[in-house]
């Protein structure tokens, strides 16, 4: 992705050719700033302080934290512990899960000389497929968004909706919800996004509106409820949302707000979709109530931080003193309300049966 005159990817090697840099997430809008990772406690930070999230850039990052650990200490035992501190970081999102075991799995095939050098070469051909996933995502969801156009007989837009942030902040580049529009927006079609803002973490306003507009891409961020009433005035054309876990039958995890705006989609006919690389896929588990919700700490629902006219990032409490708060960070949509899974193999029913026929192999793995 292009800030500036420069590209990025959202995790690299530093110059020093084994320092894992990352973009401070937690710094955007208003700043854009790289952290030096060192060790596998600093990766582990990084993912707990959402420096680094998106469910694709979370495995990354675990996959770079796991070399890191290698590099000071390639033991077995170290290399069960440090998959064990990475993977208690964060509970709902399966690539997470994922990487460490391709890791794991990986580096016990390996004497422990030569650790170091393979956990670094298998973290970056992790990185380079989910490029590679996510720009086909980008072809695949394209096709969709071109279809919608024409059917709607090429409005002077197209109004997409998406939820929470699924670009390429949230994955090593492209993104999985955002790669379809960048590139349809790139072949020409006049998209619009409309961008909840995301509470509580403003994950929307502060990071999809952010990437949507060094690309270029016309946008207006709203408020998270907004959206149905959009729908109700056919000012929304299609919703397209990202996934941290999918299970083996379509249902979807995803940032807590996604379901409602399921229903006012199902509501109103407008056409639902899901991003994800088989990555996010989970195969074991058959129904989105099995799925681990992770539960964050309050004060990211009481406090919010934002820049003062003066220029300077201030954090403020919104809440009484004394009131509680919960802050459940995901929540989960049922396939019968979604219309179709985007996929780096193309797209298909939110169902058993839809998945297999792209994903063959997982047969046998795949809960009934």
Partial sequence: ????????????????????????????????????????????????????????????????????????????????????????????????????????????????????????????????????????IGEHGAGIIKRLWDETKRPKQLNVLTHCNAGWLACVDWGTALAPIYAAYDGGIPVHVWVDETRPRNQGASLTAFELGAHGVPHTVIADNTGGHLMQHDQVHMVIVGSDRTTAHGDVCNKVGTYLKALAAHDNGVPFYAALPSTTIDWTMGSGSEIPIEERDPRELTHIAGRTAAGSIETVQIVPDGSAALNIAFDVTPARYVTGLITERGVCKASRVGLLGLYPERAKEAVE
Wanted: aromatic residues 6%; proline residues 4%; charged residues 20%.
């Fill in 1 to 136: 992705m292009k800030i500036g005159t420069h590209l990025y990817r959202t995790i690299w090697l530093a110059d020093d050719g084994w320092r894992v840099q990352v973009i401070d997430q937690t710094r955007l809008p208003f700043e854009f700033a790289t952290v030096a990772l060192s060790t596998v406690q600093e990766a582990a930070e990084a993912i707990r302080a959402m420096t680094v999230r998106g469910a694709p850039l979370i495995g990354a990052t675990a996959a770079y934290g796991m070399a890191l650990a290698m590099r000071t200490d390639s033991s077995d035992k170290n290399l069960h512990e440090s998959a064990l501190l990475l993977r208690q970081t964060r509970p709902t999102a399966v690539n997470l899960a994922w990487a460490l075991e391709d890791m794991r799995a990986h580096l016990h095939k390996c004497p422990p000389s030569e650790r170091t050098d393979a956990a670094y070469a298998r973290a970056a051909t992790i990185c380079d497929n989910d490029i590679a996933q996510c720009r086909a």
